[in-house]
């Protein structure tokens, strides 16, 4: 599969143990709008959307493509509200990051801008393609990249 500006895309960072998951927007193939939750000083957070290097990265390693622009365009501001209605784990456990943004994909589901299947194929897709790209992480290669059977 190939990776196509303005589609969105579920992101995972190598770091130790599983994954880091986050929405990737993309804007071109440079960089993305990036949607995440992130762990500090005991407690989850959710950052402000930024713009995120595609390219060069060297903790990028997986891009799980969830939606094609090609059905429709999703905006920054969509990507927003949705992440914005999802709330943050209160636990402090590792891989809670990637329950929210299946929380995200549920709630542009339910705003009718995608069309997700089962949250829980998602969410084992992503582990599994997720787990095979380490050797990704270099900032010579481009992310991994493929087509979800669970979403669209």
């Given at each position: 599969?190939?990776?196509?500006?303005?589609?969105?895309?579920?992101?995972?960072?190598?770091?130790?143990?599983?994954?880091?998951?986050?929405?990737?927007?993309?804007?071109?193939?440079?960089?993305?709008?990036?949607?995440?939750?992130?762990?500090?000083?005991?407690?989850?957070?959710?950052?402000?959307?930024?713009?995120?290097?595609?390219?060069?990265?060297?903790?990028?390693?997986?891009?799980l493509k969830i939606?094609?622009?090609?059905?429709?365009?999703?905006?920054?501001?969509?990507?927003?509200?949705?992440?914005?209605?999802?709330?943050?784990?209160?636990?402090?456990?590792?891989?809670?990051?990637?329950?929210?943004?299946?929380?995200?994909?549920?709630?542009?589901?339910?705003?009718?801008?995608?069309?997700?299947?089962?949250?829980?194929?998602?969410?084992?897709?992503?582990?599994?393609?997720?787990?095979?790209?380490?050797?990704?992480?270099?900032?010579?290669?481009?992310?991994?990249?493929?087509?979800?059977?669970?979403?669209?």
């Amino acid at each position: 599969s190939s990776f196509t500006e303005g589609s969105l895309y579920i992101a995972g960072f190598a770091q130790a143990g599983d994954p880091h998951a986050g929405l990737a927007l993309s804007i071109d193939s440079q960089t993305c709008y990036l949607s995440h939750i992130k762990f500090e000083n005991g407690a989850w957070s959710h950052p402000k959307i930024r713009k995120q290097n595609l390219a060069n990265s060297l903790t990028l390693t997986t891009l799980l493509k969830i939606h094609d622009v090609s059905t429709s365009a999703l905006t920054q501001q969509q990507l927003g509200d949705a992440s914005d209605k999802v709330e943050v784990p209160s636990s402090s456990e590792p891989g809670e990051c990637l329950d929210w943004v299946i929380g995200v994909v549920q709630a542009l589901h339910d705003a009718g801008l995608l069309k997700l299947s089962s949250g829980g194929d998602l969410a084992r897709e992503f582990s599994e393609f997720a787990a095979e790209n380490r050797n990704y992480a270099n900032r010579s290669l481009f992310p991994n990249v493929k087509d979800s059977a669970h979403c669209e």
